[in-house]
């Protein structure tokens, strides 16, 4: 059973940053490409970053295009989503898992962006 445990969420004014990390289980995590997805209330969920299970191709949703970073450490089997010049509008419950999703969905860890 693969767990994926989201942490580094936190309160933050806007033009902040945040760093997320998402730890994994699994034998085979380095060979499946990972996503950060996110909810706001009332919203559905949406694939905010991609990376390849390499590492070494990345995509994002347009409205963080140019301020989040995506990265990973497969020693560590850690995927990390550096997050800058926060937006309100990044308010959201924030998840990791594969992509397309391979396992259950975590508790998220909150990013509240206040302005």
């Known amino acids: 059973q693969v767990q994926l445990v989201e942490s580094g969420g936190g309160l933050v004014q806007a033009g902040g940053s945040l760093r997320l990390s998402c730890a994994a289980s699994g034998r085979s995590f380095s060979w499946t490409p990972m996503g950060w997805y996110r909810q706001a209330p009332g919203k559905q969920r949406e694939l905010v970053a991609h990376?390849?299970?390499?590492?070494?191709?990345?995509n994002y949703t347009d409205s963080v295009k140019g301020r989040f970073i995506i990265s990973r450490d497969n020693a560590q089997k850690t995927v990390y989503l550096q997050m800058n010049t926060l937006k309100p509008e990044d308010t959201a419950v924030y998840y990791c898992n594969g992509n397309p999703p391979f396992a259950s969905w975590g508790q998220g860890t909150q990013v509240t962006v206040s302005s």
């Open positions: 990376i390849s299970s390499g590492g070494t191709l990345y």
